[in-house]
């Protein structure tokens, strides 16, 4: 190695010994664009498949087409779930009254009505497993895990709803060309649409 390659090196943060907090992730510098924090560790994503950009409009465009006044449509803002996990939903449905201006960092998990998640293959397990069961335990009340449907290049939409006794999703459906749900509001999405975008 020469001593211009040693130069260039890129520094990793070291971890604490109990691991990274909420604070940590806003605070820390340098770090990458949607770096999430889950159990204390920072998480840090792959660049975006076009599938995965593609969903998120067309998901953000379809859900604020119905959105209620006292309801707002985000994408990719964390979400604070406890002092150790600060996920990232792809996108969000939030309250309105938890949108502090501009400059808004984060989302608390009280405010937040619907977390989607758009699997790719660097987050399988996490999209999958791990982020619904923490936003399960933290009280969000919808979720969606959105999955590419075969060569199609369409989406496939897992919906699911929180049981308050069990703090655990139930499975209520899977949408392929059309996604029509009442939770949490009237909303109506011809997925199809993404031929287009």
């Known amino acids: 190695m020469t001593a211009e390659s040693l130069e260039h090196r890129v520094q990793w943060p070291v971890p604490p010994q109990d691991g990274y907090t909420v604070d940590d992730l806003f605070t820390l510098p340098d770090l990458p664009p949607h770096t999430e924090l889950i159990d204390g560790s920072l998480v840090f994503v792959s660049p975006q498949r076009r599938f995965h950009a593609n969903v998120i409009d067309l998901l953000v465009g379809g859900l604020r087409t119905t959105v209620p006044a006292e309801f707002r449509v985000s994408r990719e803002m964390t979400v604070v779930l406890d002092n150790r996990n600060g996920p990232e939903p792809d996108v969000s449905v939030v309250r309105a009254d938890s949108i502090t201006g501009s400059r808004q960092t984060k989302y608390e998990a009280m405010d937040v009505l619907l977390a989607i998640e758009v699997v790719s293959p660097d987050s399988e397990s996490r999209d999958r497993t791990t982020k619904p069961q923490k936003y399960a335990a933290a009280g969000i009340s919808n979720f969606w895990r959105v999955e590419e449907n075969g060569t199609s ?45």
């Open 153 to 197: 290049g369409r989406p496939a939409i897992h919906v699911y709803e929180l049981d308050p006794l069990t703090r655990a999703y139930i499975h209520t459906g899977m949408h392929r060309d059309r996604i029509k749900v009442d939770k949490p509001y009237s909303i109506d999405i011809d997925l199809t649409a993404i031929d287009e975008l």
